[in-house]
């Protein structure tokens, strides 16, 4: 039996409002991991989501996904990127409107 083979590992987590142009952004080495999965739900539409990789292990995120957000668009808010880095960051951006509530949360997920 292999538990910590399935564990997951969080990027970023949030939830909370956020002002116009706020960004928000966290990362971590994917460690052996095959994907990173979120989902982003915000009463404002962002100026851009992005989901950055590195493979010198965050000296330069050279690799990045960009993902739209429209205000409250649930059907487009779930994401599962595949990591070809050694490093993952996310960054999300609020776009020209206060947020009165913006929840996100990112994970690595194994094989």
């Not at 960009?66 to 994401?79: K, R």
Request: glycine content about 8%.
């Amino acid at each position: 039996m292999k538990p910590a083979a399935q564990r997951t590992e969080e990027v970023l987590v949030y939830s909370g409002s956020m002002a116009a142009g706020e960004t928000i952004s966290a990362s971590l080495r994917s460690r052996g991991h095959s994907r990173v999965v979120g989902a982003l739900i915000s009463s404002a539409s962002s100026a851009g989501l992005n989901v950055r990789q590195s493979i010198d292990f965050g000296v330069n995120w050279d690799y990045v996904t960009a993902c739209n957000i429209s205000a409250c668009d649930i059907d487009d808010s779930a994401f599962s990127i595949e990591i070809i880095g050694d490093s993952v960051k996310v960054e999300f951006t609020n776009g020209a409107d206060v947020s009165a509530s913006t929840r996100t949360r990112w994970t690595l997920r194994p094989i």
